[in-house]
Nanobody
C-alpha cells in the first residue's frame, strides 16, 4: 500500500510563489504517473496537473497553465508542484495522487484514474 504525504502549503500573497512536495512510500514510485488536484470550499475536486512515470508529458488545467509546473524526482520518490503568480482563486486544499495502474497515463484529468491520494495541504492566497 502506498502512502502519499503533501507538504509546502501555507499562506501567500497574491503574485507570490509556493512549491508543494508529495513524498511517497510503500510502493514503487517510478512506474506510476502522478497528479495534483485541488478542492476549494463548496466546489468539486478539480484537476491541476499531471506527469507521466518518466517525468515527461506534463499536462495542466487551462487555469494554471503558464503559472504552475509539475515535476518529479524518481530517486527521491517525490513529485512537486511549483506554483507562481498565485491568485486568490488558487486557494484550495491541494492533493497529490498516484495513478491507479502502473505505466498507465490516460484520462489524467479524471480523479478516477488515480488510486491513491494524500491527505492534502492547504494553500491560501490573500489579495
Amino acid at each position: 500500500q502506498v502512502q502519499l504525504v503533501e507538504s509546502g502549503g501555507g499562506l501567500v500573497q497574491a503574485g507570490g510563489s509556493v512549491r508543494l512536495s508529495c513524498a511517497t512510500s510503500g510502493r514503487s514510485f517510478s512506474g506510476y504517473a502522478m497528479g495534483w488536484f485541488r478542492q476549494a470550499p463548496g466546489k468539486e475536486r478539480e484537476f491541476v496537473a499531471s506527469i507521466s512515470w518518466t517525468g515527461g508529458r506534463p499536462y495542466y488545467a487551462d487555469n494554471v497553465k503558464g503559472r504552475f509546473s509539475i515535476s518529479r524526482d524518481n530517486a527521491k520518490n517525490t513529485v512537486y508542484l511549483q506554483m507562481n503568480s498565485l491568485k486568490p482563486e488558487d486557494t484550495a486544499v491541494y492533493y497529490c495522487a498516484q495513478a491507479a495502474k502502473p505505466f498507465y497515463y490516460s484520462d489524467y484529468e479524471r480523479p478516477k484514474s488515480f488510486g491513491s491520494w494524500g491527505q492534502g495541504t492547504q494553500v491560501t492566497v490573500s489579495s
